[in-house]
């Protein structure tokens, strides 16, 4: 059986969750920096002020949790609809799958190049994450060159 937290520690708990220079985003920045690149961080010029941000090369970059972005949704659904406070978790974690589909959106109308990593994928996988920035670069400069 889960632990069960009160309401002071899952206060505590999530007053320490980050928006910014979180551990994802911190391991994937200094990767993308080690190789040359150079970024602006929480770029709030842009719709849903990405993680990072190649203004050179119109890359935006988004590090997103998987709990608060749904990732695996069709699972993680089913699974808090039986945890405490479900209607409140649903509709948040709803609302975020749809605000970053209409961020995503909105910044490829304006022409952005749009990538969106797990925070798994970038702990776990840094340089091949690494590889898929470098790709839509050498996409880009192919396609300008073109």
């Known amino acids: 059986m889960a632990d069960v937290l009160t309401k002071e520690q899952r206060h505590k708990n999530m007053k320490n969750i980050r928006g910014k220079d979180t551990k994802i985003e911190v391991i994937l920045r200094k990767a993308l920096w080690n190789k040359g690149y150079r ?5 709030n010029k842009l719709p849903g002020s990405p993680d990072i941000v190649l203004t050179k ?15 695996d949704w069709e699972v993680l659904k089913p699974r808090l609809e039986k945890s405490n406070n479900s209607e409140f978790w649903i509709n948040k974690i709803s609302r975020n799958i749809e605000r970053d589909d209409e961020i995503n959106k909105r910044l490829l109308f304006e022409g952005w190049t749009v990538i969106r990593f797990w925070g798994d994928e970038i702990k776990k996988h840094t340089d091949e994450c690494v590889k898929v920035v470098e790709e839509a670069i050498f996409d880009i400069i192919a396609y300008e060159n073109y």
């Open 39 to 43: 970024y602006r961080k929480n770029y």
């Open 57 to 71: 090369y119109k890359i935006a970059i988004f590090c997103d949790g998987e709990f608060f972005h749904g990732k």
